[in-house]
């Protein structure tokens, strides 16, 4: 009996818990509604920013402009910046960016974003970007956070 319990528990359990932990995908004239211009469109559950955009044919965006783009068109806090981080070429030719949001000078934890490009057009984007970062203050001091890390590794200065 308890074997049944566990196997209907554990089905459970399969059935049911990707469906709590998914991401909303839309595609084609819906993501088109979402994003303008989109072919598939990825709602995080992190985040009002989707986690994943990818652009029809023609209607990709220049590099040059991204930056812009993605501050009216994903609705980014005025106070947050893009910091490009570093640029990987593929084997196909295709250059991606990796981007670090900041807000106030400060690095956003976990929030990241990669775009894909070709010939210098915006293909795809994705990754994790906030638009309401609630309080983006250090709460240290230099001088607090080192002696913080001095008492806890037992250190003399």
């Known amino acids: 009996m308890k074997l049944f319990h566990w196997l209907a528990l554990s089905l459970f359990f399969f059935a049911f818990t990707p469906t709590f932990l998914s991401q909303s995908v839309f ?11 989109a072919e598939i469109v990825r709602e995080s559950s992190h985040s009002e920013i989707p986690s994943y955009i990818k652009f029809r044919t023609g209607k990709e965006i220049d590099f040059d402009n991204i930056v812009v783009w993605i501050k009216k068109n994903l609705k980014l806090n005025p106070k947050s910046e893009l910091k490009l981080m570093n640029e990987l070429q593929d ?67």
């Open 27 to 37: 595609m084609g004239e819906e993501a088109h509604l979402k994003i303008n211009g």
């Open 91 to 157: 084997q196909f030719g295709h250059i991606h960016y990796k981007f670090q949001q900041t807000e106030n000078g400060l690095p956003v934890q976990f929030a990241q974003w990669i775009v894909h490009t070709v010939n210098d057009h915006v293909y795809a984007l994705n990754g994790m970007l906030h638009s309401n970062i609630s309080n983006s203050s250090p709460s240290l001091t230099e001088e607090q956070a080192l002696q913080l890390a001095l008492n806890h590794v037992n250190a003399d200065t």
